[in-house]
């Protein structure tokens, strides 16, 4: 395993220099292009990891999946869907094309229309109540973890940020935002900037191959139902309008952020996690897809 996934990085390397880092979120210019690394963690708890994996990167539109399970846990399916649908975009993150002519409320809970109508569902009047509900579930899965905000990166969003508020704005105008726009705006600018490693993001992410539960800790994050539901929206969702590209090439539920990472789910076998903050044109990790794309077709990892 450790060969092949040194093999994977020196093929994905070559494509880096294809790739651009995010310029609209201006702290993300600091992130070094040529890093590149990728992380598995098996059911057994062994993980194996090749290239930059201790480096902290902010997990970005990942967050997405897990604000996700944290609120279907806490409101459950029928008030999600309220005010999320679970049908795929076929349109960038951040577009609001979609969001006017079907009356404000969001195609899913993975474009950012979607992730900010979650935060306004999350528990807390306040951005700093509802980020501290999310990194409290978090650093309850995995033992001994401490996830943290990138004060930084958080900053540099919230003050750039005018499209999501926009986004914010124009949903509440429909009823899609529970409380405050500026509160779900924030908490969502806040969770877009935790910091992970890469082996961390696929040791976190674990639960989700474990249908719910962690498989090393014997914890029960969420119910198997739930899993089913946010790894069908992640394979038809999870990088936006790459998604179909994603499916025929790699063939698993997956979720991109803007940081670099990309996690990928073998349901029952193994959580997934890559990181290289040089992306292509559509937002997703250029180093991190073809690394994916390796993998997949080496350990026949797709589920299609
Ligand atoms: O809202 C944004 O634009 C960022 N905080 C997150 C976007 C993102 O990660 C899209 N993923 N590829």
Not at 139 to 162: A, G, P
Not at 192 to 203: D, G, V
Not at 253 to 260: A, C, D, E, M, T
Request: contains cysteine.
């Amino acid at each position: 395993m450790q060969q092949l996934l040194e093999q994977a990085i020196r093929y994905a390397k070559p494509f880096l220099e294809q790739g651009k880092l995010a310029d609209y979120i201006p702290a993300l210019l600091r992130a070094n292009p040529q890093h590149l690394g990728v992380s598995i963690t098996t059911m057994d708890g062994k993980q194996h990891s090749a290239g930059d994996t201790d480096e902290p990167f902010s997990i970005q539109s990942i967050s997405k999946i897990l604000s996700l399970i944290y609120v279907l846990n806490e409101r459950g399916k029928e008030k999600v869907l309220e005010k999320v649908g679970v049908e795929p975009s076929g349109n960038p993150f951040y577009s609001l094309v979609q969001l006017e002519y079907e009356s404000g409320k969001p195609r899913n809970p993975l474009i950012n229309a979607g992730a900010i109508a979650i935060t306004g569902l999350m528990a807390g009047n306040s951005a700093q109540e509802k980020s501290a509900g999310l990194i409290q579930f978090l650093n309850n899965i995995v033992d001994e973890s401490d996830y943290k905000i990138n004060q930084e990166i958080y900053r540099s969003e919230f003050e750039t940020s005018h499209r999501n508020r926009a986004v914010g704005y124009f949903m509440k105008h429909f009823g899609m935002i529970d409380g405050e726009v500026e509160a779900a705006v924030d908490a969502y600018f806040q969770q877009c900037s935790i910091e992970m490693t890469c082996a961390q993001l696929s040791r976190l992410s674990l639960f989700f191959a474990g249908g719910g539960t962690d498989p090393i800790s014997h914890k029960k994050v969420t119910d198997p139902e739930n899993v089913k539901w946010v790894h069908a929206l992640m394979a038809m969702c999870g990088l936006y309008d790459a998604s179909g590209e994603f499916a025929c090439t790699v063939g698993l539920p997956g979720k991109s952020g803007v940081g670099g990472g990309i996690v990928a789910i073998v349901p029952g076998k193994m959580s997934i996690s890559v990181f290289g903050p040089a992306l292509d044109g559509k937002g997703n990790s250029i180093g991190g897809l073809k690394i994916l794309e390796f993998l997949s077709r080496e350990l026949r990892l797709s589920l299609f």
